[in-house]
C-alpha cells in the first residue's frame, strides 16, 4: 500500500511540473513554474519514466498502477515537448543567423576562439554536469561610476584570466532585468563569467530603479556607464571600438536604447533577452494571461499612463521601436515563444522594422521557452542562446569585419 502511494504521489509530481512547460503563468507566484519546468525538462522525463516504473512494479496492485501509469505517461508526453522543438527550433536559427550575417560569418574568426564556443546548441549532460568554465576570471566588484542626486551607482567588472593583448578585449556593457524597479550588477554572473572565459571584459552595471526614479533617469544612468568605459578601457584592459551592449528583459530595453539613440561610446552591436521595444503598444495590447500586470509595471517606470500628448510622447521616447528608423548597429534579439511578459512577436517587429532600414537584425525564437528563460543557467534554453549569442559577439566584434 506505501509503495502504491509513492508511485501515485510521484506520477502527480510529475505531471504536475511537466504540464508547466505548456501551461502560461497565470500570476507571478506561478511564474517560475512556468519558466523552470521547460528548462529541466529532461529531468521531468526520468521523474515520469520512475514514476511509470514503479507503477509497472508487481508490489502496486492494478487499480493504483494503471491510474499511476497514466498520470506518468500524460507527464511523459508534457514533458518530451521542449526536446522534441529543439531541432526544428536549431534549423531555423541556423538558417536565420547566415541569412543575416552571411553563410561564411564565422570564417574570419581565429580557430582558437571557434574552438572555445560551445559544439552544439543543446548539450544534455550539461544539465547535469553544468556548462564548463574555466578558472581564473578576474573580477571586481562594486566599481563606483557616477553618484546621480547622491546615489552611488557601481558596476562589476569580470576580465579574462590573462593579460590583455595590446589593443585590448572586446567589451560587453551588461544591464540586469527586474521590470525596470529591481537587481543588481552581480545578477546573471555566471553568464558574465563564461563571456570572460571566452576573451570579453564584461562591464556589469547599475541604475536607479522606478518607480522612485522613473524614466528618465535609467537612460541617463546607463550614458553616464558608458562614458565611465570610454574613459576607463585602457585601465581595464578594453578595446573602446569593439563594445556591445547586452541585456535582459528591462534591462536589454536599456541596451537597445542607449544604443539606438547614441551616446559617447559608439557600440557595435546589441544583444537582446527578451526585451521590451514598444512601450506605448505594450500598454494595449496585454497577454493573456498577464502574470507581471504589465500596465502597472510601465506606469510605475513612465510616471504614469499613457493619457495626452506628454505622455504618449514620453512612452515614444522610451521605445526603442520608435529609433528603428536609420541604421542601427547589428543586433541580436531573442525571445521566448511562451513569453506572457513581454510577447516575441514584439520583437520580431522590431527586426523587421531594423531591416527595412538596412540594420542586421537577428530574431531568435525559443519555442518551449518563458520569459527570463535563462534564470537556469545550465537549462536547455540558456544553452541554446548561449550558443548563438557567443557567435553573434565573436562575428560582430571581431577585430576587422568587413560591415563595421
Known amino acids: 500500500m506505501i509503495i502504491a502511494v509513492l508511485s501515485l504521489l510521484l506520477s502527480l509530481v510529475g505531471l504536475f511540473l511537466s504540464a508547466w512547460i505548456l501551461l502560461p503563468a497565470p500570476s507571478a507566484f506561478w511564474l517560475p513554474l512556468s519558466v523552470g519546468a521547460p528548462e529541466v525538462s529532461p529531468w521531468l522525463v526520468l521523474i515520469n519514466l520512475l514514476g511509470a516504473g514503479i507503477a509497472l512494479g508487481r508490489k502496486v496492485k492494478?487499480?493504483?498502477g494503471l491510474i499511476a501509469l497514466g498520470l506518468?505517461?500524460?507527464?511523459?508526453?508534457?514533458?518530451?515537448?521542449?526536446?522534441?522543438?529543439?531541432?526544428?527550433?536549431?534549423?531555423?536559427?541556423?538558417?536565420?543567423?547566415t541569412a543575416v550575417l552571411g553563410v561564411d560569418y564565422l570564417d574570419p574568426l581565429p580557430e582558437e576562439q571557434q574552438a572555445l564556443m560551445r559544439p552544439h546548441p543543446v548539450v544534455l549532460a550539461a544539465l547535469w554536469r553544468g556548462i564548463p568554465q574555466p578558472n581564473g576570471v578576474r573580477r571586481d566588484r562594486n566599481i563606483p561610476f557616477a553618484q546621480p542626486n547622491g546615489i552611488p551607482l557601481t558596476l562589476d567588472l569580470y576580465r579574462p584570466p590573462n593579460p590583455a593583448p595590446a589593443a585590448g578585449y572586446p567589451g560587453v556593457v551588461m544591464i540586469y532585468g527586474g521590470?525596470?524597479?529591481?537587481?543588481?550588477?552581480?545578477?546573471?554572473?555566471?553568464?558574465?563569467?563564461?563571456?570572460?572565459?571566452?576573451?570579453?571584459?564584461?562591464?556589469?552595471?547599475?541604475?536607479?530603479?522606478?518607480?522612485?526614479y522613473p524614466f528618465p533617469a535609467q537612460i541617463e544612468d546607463v550614458t553616464a556607464a558608458?562614458?565611465?568605459?570610454?574613459?576607463?578601457?585602457?585601465?581595464?584592459?578594453?578595446?573602446?571600438?569593439?563594445?556591445?551592449?547586452?541585456?535582459?528583459?528591462?534591462?536589454?530595453?536599456?541596451?537597445?536604447?542607449?544604443?539606438?539613440?547614441?551616446?559617447?561610446?559608439?557600440?557595435?552591436?546589441?544583444?537582446?533577452?527578451?526585451?521590451?521595444?514598444?512601450?506605448?503598444?505594450?500598454?494595449?495590447?496585454?497577454?493573456?494571461?498577464?502574470?507581471?500586470?504589465?500596465r502597472h509595471v510601465l506606469r510605475d517606470f513612465l510616471d504614469g499612463p499613457p493619457e495626452g500628448p506628454q505622455q504618449i510622447a514620453r512612452y515614444q521616447a522610451a521605445s526603442p521601436l520608435t529609433y528603428a528608423t536609420r541604421p542601427q548597429p547589428p543586433s541580436l534579439l531573442i525571445y521566448g515563444g511562451k513569453d506572457r511578459v513581454v510577447m516575441s512577436r514584439f520583437g520580431q517587429g522590431l527586426a523587421n522594422r531594423l531591416r527595412a532600414t538596412g540594420s542586421k537584425a537577428v530574431f531568435l525564437e525559443i519555442p518551449w521557452a518563458d520569459h527570463a528563460f535563462d534564470a537556469v543557467f545550465n537549462g536547455l534554453s540558456n544553452q541554446w542562446a548561449l550558443y548563438y549569442t557567443e557567435r553573434f559577439l565573436a562575428w560582430a566584434l571581431a577585430p576587422e569585419r568587413p560591415e563595421a
Not at 554572473?189 to 541604475?207: E, K, N, T
Open 62 to 64: 492494478l487499480n493504483y
Open 72 to 97: 506518468s505517461m500524460m507527464g511523459l508526453v508534457f514533458s518530451l515537448v521542449p526536446l522534441g522543438q529543439v531541432a526544428a527550433a536549431t534549423t531555423t536559427a541556423n538558417t536565420q543567423m
Open 179 to 212: 521590470a525596470w524597479q529591481r537587481g543588481q550588477p552581480s545578477d546573471n554572473g555566471a553568464f558574465a563569467d563564461y563571456l570572460a572565459s571566452q576573451g570579453y571584459v564584461v562591464w556589469a552595471i547599475s541604475y536607479r530603479h522606478a518607480p522612485e
Open 226 to 294: 558608458l562614458g565611465f568605459v570610454q574613459q576607463m578601457a585602457e585601465r581595464y584592459e578594453t578595446d573602446p571600438r569593439r563594445i556591445a551592449l547586452m541585456g535582459r528583459s528591462a534591462g536589454a530595453h536599456l541596451a537597445m536604447l542607449a544604443a539606438y539613440q547614441g551616446g559617447p561610446l559608439p557600440v557595435q552591436a546589441v544583444v537582446n533577452y527578451y526585451g521590451p521595444v514598444d512601450l506605448l503598444s505594450g500598454y494595449y495590447d496585454l497577454p493573456t494571461p498577464d502574470p507581471l500586470d504589465v
